[in-house]
T-cell receptor
Framework: AQSVTQLGSHVSVSEGALVLLRCNYS??????LFWYVQYPNQGLQLLLK??????LVKGINGFEAEFKKSETSFHLTKPSAHMSDAAEYFC???????????FGTGTLLAVQP | GAVVSQHPSRVICKSGTSVKIECRSL??????MFWYRQFPKQSLMLMAT?????????EQGVEKDKFLINHASLTLSTLTVTSAHPEDSSFYIC???????????????FGPGTRLTVL
């Protein structure tokens, strides 16, 4: 069975500071990993995805994530937070066959001025 | 490209009534659509997988007679919440899967969600 764990349901950073959102996965097969962002009362927007190519994945809005098999991690980072980054972020895993997405519990990012 | 719409965006209904939610892929054909529900401040939980022209596959614990899914065309799937009760109040989100020629992974595109409130 596949699962993802997001450490920290709430993360608060100052504008301009580093953003680090943690995600650890569990999978019996090579996983496909995703980060999505959700703004209030909206659907999900894909930030980036890992599909067994380069381990460092660059996404939209300046976000990137690094797949570390030894640590079973796929943490999301951004060098400098903007106010517009305040949203909920979800890590998800898929087996690539059924394409079912298993979501983590989400991390609410607050950006302080 | 790859836009998914949902209608309605919000619906309030009385307990015991049925509510239909539409999910449309606007500029691509979606062989598969997924339906999720999201409770306040919680993650998305997959309810069912809908394939065009066949019966939906429901996740464990989801009542198929309660949540009727129809995927009549490659651009439309509907979720009907039958005899809705207050505990069905939630945010329902659909996603549609594209088919990438030669690719192993088909990306899912999410709709904006439907907020259902049952009084």
């Amino acid at each position: 069975a596949q699962s993802v764990t997001q450490l920290g349901s709430h993360v608060s950073v100052s504008e301009g500071a580093l953003v680090l959102l943690r995600c650890n996965y569990s999978s019996s097969v090579p996983p496909y990993l995703f980060w999505y962002v959700q703004y209030p009362n909206q659907g999900l927007q894909l930030l980036l995805k890992y599909t067994s190519a380069a381990t460092l994945v660059k996404g939209i809005n300046g976000f990137e994530a690094e797949f570390k098999k030894s640590e079973t991690s796929f943490h999301l980072t951004k060098p400098s937070a903007h106010m517009s980054d305040a949203a909920e972020y979800f890590c998800a895993v898929s087996d690539g066959a059924t394409n079912k997405l298993i979501f983590g519990t989400g991390t609410l990012l607050a950006v302080q001025p | 490209g790859a836009v998914v719409s949902q209608h309605p965006s919000r619906v309030i209904c009385k307990s015991g009534t049925s509510v239909k939610i539409e999910c449309r892929s606007l500029d691509f054909q979606a062989t598969t659509m997924f339906w999720y529900r999201q409770f306040p401040k919680q993650s998305l939980m997959l309810m069912a997988t809908s394939n065009e022209g066949s019966k939906a596959t429901y996740e464990q614990g989801v009542e198929k007679d309660k949540f009727l899914i129809n995927h009549a065309s490659l651009t439309l799937s509907t979720l009907t919440v039958t005899s809705a009760h207050p505990e069905d109040s939630s945010f329902y989100i659909c996603s549609a899967r594209t088919g990438l020629a030669g690719g192993r992974l088909d990306e899912q595109f999410f709709g904006p969600g439907t907020r259902l409130t049952v009084l």
